[in-house]
């Protein structure tokens, strides 16, 4: 079982900057595919980006080229860097674990970008 504490969420205006982290613990981390999920209210949880251990990422059309996922081993962190936000990134950020098959779910964290 992994425990994933998010934070870094907040309200920007369009355009603006943010820095998501997610610290994890409960498990051997560096072998854990890890990403990241938003929900906007009424709508499906959606996967954004995720990141294997050795550092490859893939990300979701509506965020490339904007979003970056990384991962630090060393510390069990991951971060999610968002830049250019639009008003249409306005969700719930979820941290997300990957283990034996399961995943394990952060508390998530509020972003609101205003227009």
């Known amino acids: 079982q992994v425990q994933l504490v998010e934070s870094g969420g907040g309200l920007v205006q369009a355009g603006g900057s943010l820095r998501l982290s997610c610290a994890a613990s409960g498990s051997v981390f560096s072998n854990n595919f890890m990403a990241w999920h938003r929900q906007a209210p009424g709508k499906q949880r959606d996967v954004v980006a995720g990141?294997?251990?050795?550092?490859?990422?893939s990300y979701a059309d509506s965020v490339k080229g904007r979003f970056t996922i990384s991962r630090d081993n060393a510390k069990n962190m991951v971060y999610l860097q968002m830049n250019n936000l639009k008003p249409e990134d306005t969700a719930v950020y979820y941290c997300a674990a990957l283990n034996g098959g399961s995943w394990s779910w952060g508390q998530g964290t509020q972003v609101t970008v205003s227009s």
């Open positions: 990141i294997r251990s050795g550092g490859s990422a």
